[in-house]
T-cell receptor
Framework: LAKTTQPISMDSYEGQEVNITCSHN???????ITWYQQFPSQGPRFIIQ???TKVTNEVASLFIPADRKSSTLSLPRVSLSDTAVYYC????????????FGQGTTLQVKP | GAVVSQHPSWVICKSGTSVKIECRSL??????MFWYRQFPKQSLMLMAT?????????EQGVEKDKFLINHASLTLSTLTVTSAHPEDSSFYIC?????????????FGPGTRLTVL
């Protein structure tokens, strides 16, 4: 499974757009990029997944350049409730579900 | 989205006792479930893969005789921490994959906080 590298922490203010970048230099052809969010004392929650270019849902956008060696999770207009740990994972499409979590990025949103 | 539940949400036990944690997929069937452990301020660490009807697959360094996993049905996996000690105190989280859902979309339980005195 490809290793991922993310910033350990980020600070932001309410209403701002937050972009969290993840490096995955060893991503394989059949790998997907998936992001999870985790609040304290809760299980992670799936945010978004993509393979290439751009994916958008009601929560976030995911930007993946052509070489797929990195990806950027974009959270529009964050609020205090977006304070959480965000994990970037690279997962093979054939994977049975086994996920290996990296250190994640702790996002602190300030008023 | 699919729902995974865990029971109990928290448990306190004495050193040397065993604790069972249940993980259920409420609205889908899961032939495979996963157990993670998370210490404070750390990431999730995969402990084992729970396979319905067969033995669990443990990650390197995880003692299979200490962390007993049973996956007796398509909606239930249990993790038993045997002879628990204070160093086993942690947040235990299970997950399952809905095969009918998005590729690799995992659903996680709310976690179980284990405190061993």
């Amino acid at each position: 499974l490809a290793k991922t590298t993310q910033p350990i922490s980020m600070d932001s203010y309410e209403g701002q757009e937050v972009n969290i970048t993840c490096s995955h230099n060893n991503i394989a052809t059949n790998d997907y990029i998936t992001w999870y969010q985790q609040f304290p004392s809760q299980g992670p929650r799936f945010i978004i997944q993509g393979y290439k270019t751009k994916v958008t849902n009601e929560v976030a956008s995911l930007f993946i350049p052509a070489d797929r060696k990195s990806s950027t999770l974009s959270l529009p207009r964050v609020s205090l409730s977006d304070t959480a740990v965000y994990y970037c994972l690279v997962v093979p499409s054939s994977n049975t579900g086994k996920l290996i979590f990296g250190q994640g990025t702790t996002l602190q949103v300030k008023p | 989205g699919a729902v995974v539940s865990q029971h109990p949400s928290w448990v306190i036990c004495k050193s040397g006792t065993s604790v069972k944690i249940e993980c259920r997929s409420l609205d889908f069937q899961a032939t495979t479930m996963f157990w993670y452990r998370q210490f404070p301020k750390q990431s999730l660490m995969l402990m084992a893969t729970s396979n319905e009807g067969s033995k669990a697959t443990y990650e390197q360094g995880v003692e299979k005789d200490k962390f007993l996993i049973n996956h007796a049905s398509l909606t239930l996996s249990t993790l038993t921490v045997t002879s628990a000690h204070p160093e086993d105190s942690s947040f235990y989280i299970c997950s399952a994959r809905d095969l009918a859902g998005e590729v690799n979309e995992q659903f996680f339980g709310p976690g179980t906080r284990l405190t061993v005195l």
